[in-house]
Every structure is written in structure tokens, then in C-alpha cells.
């Protein structure tokens, strides 16, 4: 089988060559200290606010994916923060983002979920917006009395396309700096060619918990071969190598190897082929996307706050990595996506709830992450810089085991 991700061909072997390392001294990446976390973090109600607040309105989010939005006119509405955003690709094939509020009087404009339009008709009054938000109608202008049409556009909000993913700060006129955001990791994220792909399903997962108790499940293999024992046995028990990258080192990726990459040890690396396939690779891009490449697949996990400090709402879509995948790829990809959501939802998000229960009882006054466990710390790490909140240590680097 041939490599499929050529233009990420020298770090994937990298990854490869430092997972075979780990997995010969039977060790993985570490942190230098175990981090501790408050409960409070997940319990506080002050908190929570401000991080819907600086999260989800003053940081770049990734609010819909290229694969979403193909062609002119195509649309998706995206409510998770609280702000009914509606993301659209106009005729010049450029992604735009608009806050989906009529400028009459505030009603949304559509409460469909996706789908293709020239443009977007109001149904209380049927005031018309253009792909570009312009308002291009305005039914007995001659009565409604003097506007200006040119200012009364939909509310625009920064929005940019990189690397297959649309992203936006859902705070008009805000600036969004992709190039510093995504700094030190844009050349792998363009490598993987996410604007290729096709949308294959989309699911919920639900549980009662705070959104960053879910987050931390993504975070770490540690618990694979016993919470995950009849599924992922395959996979080496906790060893996994770790990368972060943005100018404040609030994204990272981690690799995990499946047993079958032993199998390389002592092949020439000429020789290796499609080595992506002996192991897994996990992007998280603050602070709230889970991306899972495989050479066939993308799994994509988005995790936002419910309404009380209590609920977290979690949207799990998947990916053919193929722009037109066949029958029999999309049946595979199907199958996984099946065995992705059991996974989660009946074991993950089972525990997650568990846990949260025994958080609010008050009778834990903190979680613990291990040193084994490095990106859970430089999540937290930077989702308390992220809200202003200085940690008495900081772990920043990787110690070479």
C-alpha cells in the first residue's frame, strides 16, 4: 500500500521513528510534574461565564470545515456558542460568516441546519440578504420609510479559510491573526489536504458534565486498554508522543501506536510505505476541535458549553478523506464511525458523567493529571491563560525519556 499523505511523508515518519523509540524503552512522552486541578475549575460558575465569554466569542474558532461548504450559495448554521452564526460561501467561492439576525427586526433568517440558497429571505417581513449579507430587498420600501439599504447588511464577522477549516471570532470587528493562531503547525495541517474531503454522518454524544471534563477524555491514551479493552487492545498501552505548536502553545498533536508498528523496526525506511496505517493521529485546535486523521478517515469532535456550567454539547462529525469516496470506502468509513460512537458515548461519556456527579457531591477538592499525560496539561494550561487565570507552576516542554 502506498503513502496516501506524501506532502507529510518526513513527519509522519518522524512520528514514526519516535513512537518505535518509546515503544523499545517502554516508556512514552512526559510532563515534568503532576498538574493538579482545582474541582472549582469545573464547578465555578464565574469561570464558566468567562469562558463563554473569552472562548467562545474573543478566540478564533473553527465553525465549519471546507468539506461543509463546496460549492456557491452552499450554507451551514452554526449555534453552539449561544450566537446563531450563519457560515456561507458567496459566488466568488469565498467563506463568510454573518450573525443570522434579520436587520429589521432580529429574526433569524433560516433555522435549517445546512444547505444551498442564492439567498436569504426573512420570514417575518421578508427582508433579503445576498451571499455577500447585503440587503437586496426591502418588500414597500416606498413605505417603510428612509434607510439607507447599504448599511442595513447582515452582521459580519471575521472569518477566514486555512487549511480546509473555516474559521471565526464571533465578535464583530474583531482581528484574527490565523498566522500567529496556528503558527508552527500550518505546514502539517495543509498537508492533510482537509478541503478533499466528504462528509460522511454527524452524531451527537451526551452526558451530564461540565464541557472541559468531556474535552480531557480526547487527551490522553492512558486509559485505552482498560476502559476501551475490547475495542482498541491493539493499541500499545500508554506511549504516545506529543507536539504542541501556536504562538502560545495552545494547540498540540499527539501520535499513538497500534502493536502492528512493530513491524517496521527493521525495515528500511525506503521500504515503509504507508506507515500512517500503524498508528493514530490526534489534532486538538483551541480550545474546543478534536481532529483523528487516518489515511481514510477524519473524526471530528467539537465540544462547547451547554447553558449551566453543568452541560456540554458535544457535535461528532466523520470524514472520507476522498473527494468522492466509493460504496465500499464509505461502508468502512461507516463501520468506524459505528464503533467511534459506542466507544465514546457508552464508555467515555459514561464515565464523564460518573465523574462529574462526584465533583459536585464536594468531596473531591481536586483532579489529577499524570506526567504521562502531557496534553492535558498544556490544555488546561492554556484554557487558564486562555480566561486570565495564572497557574502556580507551568509545564511547558516535553522531557526526553
Given at each position: 500500500m502506498m503513502m496516501k499523505?506524501?506532502?507529510?511523508?518526513?513527519?509522519?515518519?518522524?512520528?514514526?521513528?519516535?513512537?518505535?523509540?518509546?515503544?523499545?524503552?517502554?516508556?512514552?512522552?512526559?510532563?515534568?510534574?503532576?498538574?493538579?486541578?482545582?474541582?472549582?475549575?469545573?464547578?465555578?460558575?464565574?469561570?464558566?461565564?468567562?469562558?463563554?465569554?473569552?472562548?467562545?466569542?474573543?478566540?478564533?474558532?473553527?465553525?465549519?470545515?471546507?468539506?461543509?461548504?463546496?460549492?456557491?450559495?452552499?450554507?451551514?448554521?452554526?449555534?453552539?456558542?449561544?450566537?446563531?452564526?450563519?457560515?456561507?460561501?458567496?459566488?466568488?467561492?469565498?467563506?463568510?460568516?454573518?450573525?443570522?439576525?434579520?436587520?429589521?427586526?432580529?429574526?433569524?433568517l433560516t433555522e435549517e441546519p445546512c444547505g444551498k440558497q442564492k439567498r436569504f429571505t426573512c420570514p417575518y417581513h421578508a427582508w433579503s440578504f445576498d451571499l455577500n449579507g447585503a440587503l437586496a430587498s426591502l418588500p414597500a420600501n416606498n413605505l417603510f420609510g428612509d434607510v439607507d439599504k447599504a448599511t442595513l447588511g447582515l452582521v459580519e464577522l471575521p472569518c477566514e479559510e486555512r487549511h480546509g477549516m473555516i474559521f471565526a471570532v464571533l465578535t464583530p470587528g474583531a482581528v484574527m491573526d490565523l498566522d500567529s493562531f496556528l503558527s508552527g503547525g500550518e505546514d502539517l495541517l495543509r498537508g492533510w489536504h482537509l478541503e478533499r474531503n466528504t462528509l460522511v454522518g454527524r452524531r451527537d454524544l451526551e452526558t451530564r458534565a461540565n464541557w472541559k471534563l468531556a474535552l480531557d477524555s480526547y487527551c490522553e491514551n492512558y486509559h485505552f486498554h482498560v476502559l476501551h479493552s475490547a475495542d482498541f487492545s491493539y493499541k500499545v498501552k500508554n506511549c504516545a508522543h506529543h507536539v504542541r505548536f501556536g504562538d502560545k502553545g495552545q494547540h498540540w498533536y499527539l501520535a499513538w501506536p497500534s502493536k502492528s508498528l512493530e513491524e517496521l523496526r527493521n525495515v528500511p525506511e525506503s521500504e515503509w510505505q504507508d506507515v500512517h496505517s500503524h498508528f493514530s493521529i490526534l489534532h486538538f485546535i483551541y480550545p474546543n476541535t478534536i481532529m483523528a486523521l487516518y489515511p481514510e478517515t477524519l473524526s471530528v469532535k467539537q465540544l462547547y458549553p451547554g447553558a449551566s456550567v453543568a452541560e456540554q454539547n458535544t457535535k461528532m462529525a466523520f470524514f472520507s478523506r476522498e473527494a468522492d469516496p466509493s460504496e465500499e470506502v464509505k461502508q468502512l468509513i461507516q463501520n468506524r464511525f459505528d464503533v467511534f460512537y459506542k466507544v465514546l458515548q457508552q464508555e467515555d461519556y459514561w464515565v464523564c458523567g460518573g465523574a462529574y456527579k462526584n465533583l459536585e457531591s464536594g468531596m473531591l477538592p481536586e483532579i489529577l493529571f499524570g506526567r504521562n499525560e502531557p496534553a492535558l496539561t498544556w490544555l488546561h494550561d492554556a484554557l487558564d491563560e486562555g480566561v486570565g487565570v495564572k497557574p502556580a507552576e507551568k509545564v511547558r516542554e516535553i522531557i526526553a525519556a
Open positions: 499523505d506524501i506532502e507529510n511523508r518526513e513527519a509522519i515518519n518522524d512520528m514514526a521513528r519516535e513512537l518505535l523509540r518509546l515503544m523499545a524503552a517502554g516508556t512514552t512522552h512526559m510532563v515534568d510534574d503532576v498538574r493538579r486541578v482545582p474541582a472549582g475549575d469545573y464547578l465555578d460558575e464565574e469561570r464558566f461565564r468567562t469562558e463563554r465569554t473569552k472562548l467562545f466569542r474573543e478566540t478564533p474558532l473553527v465553525v465549519a470545515f471546507t468539506a461543509e461548504l463546496r460549492e456557491p450559495g452552499s450554507f451551514k448554521l452554526h449555534e453552539e456558542t449561544g450566537v446563531s452564526v450563519l457560515v456561507v460561501r458567496n459566488e466568488q467561492g469565498q467563506a463568510k460568516a454573518f450573525v443570522n439576525a434579520c436587520r429589521h427586526r432580529g429574526a433569524k
